[in-house]
């Protein structure tokens, strides 16, 4: 909320007013990845200080992370344990205090979960598969620097795979180490993100 307040008033990203210590890692970091900020900016333009606007976008984001869980898990193992796996994903987030929080989480999630839906197809993947995945991907890089897994799994898959899909795959790896690179290292004092 403060990058994204920052963003609205024309202030340094960083301007959040976070006391920072380099003598102790676990605090900080400096600044966040600038994804979520980017997402609510809008909502928290026009809610001013009301929160309500901003609690939409990120309802929208469940929404979208269960409509993808969805996606997923029916076609794999039917109606019944979709509907579960939606049951106790609502209980988790009932847990973690989703509805009254503005947690990364949710959206991080649900690009994880884009990533996941376009590369689990049978067959070769389409240019719109490789294009959703490295759209889906790379808004995941600025959300979270926990998307730094797609890189491995992205390896583990093109090895998995016929040769002659490993430039796609190439080119979407590509585009993720280049959003990571931008994000760690394109933001002032963002060292500690790479920390």
Request: glycine share 8%; hydrophobic share 60%; net charge neutral.
């Amino acid at each position: 909320l403060s990058h994204a307040r920052a963003l609205l008033e024309g202030r340094p990203y960083g301007d959040i007013g976070f006391i920072y210590t380099n003598y102790n890692n676990f605090i900080g970091p400096v600044v966040e990845p600038p994804g979520l900020p980017l997402l609510i900016a809008p909502a928290l333009a026009v809610s001013g200080p009301g929160l309500v606007p901003v609690r939409v976008v990120m309802f929208a984001s469940t929404l979208l992370f269960l409509w993808l869980a969805w996606r997923l898990v029916e076609p794999l193992a039917g109606r019944w344990m979709a509907v579960g796996v939606i049951v106790v994903s609502l209980a988790v987030f009932s847990q973690l205090h989703v509805a009254d929080g503005i947690l990364s989480d949710l959206p991080f999630c649900a690009a994880i979960w884009c990533v996941i839906i376009a590369a689990n197809e049978e067959g070769p993947l389409s240019r719109g598969q490789l294009l959703t995945m490295a759209i889906a991907g790379a808004i995941a890089f600025t959300i979270r620097m926990a998307a730094l897994a797609l890189l491995p799994a992205i390896a583990i898959m093109a090895v998995m795979r016929p040769r002659r899909e490993w430039p796609g795959f190439m080119l979407v790896a590509l585009v993720w180490v280049v959003t990571a690179a931008l994000v760690m290292f394109g933001l002032p004092t963002s060292t500690a993100l790479a920390a």
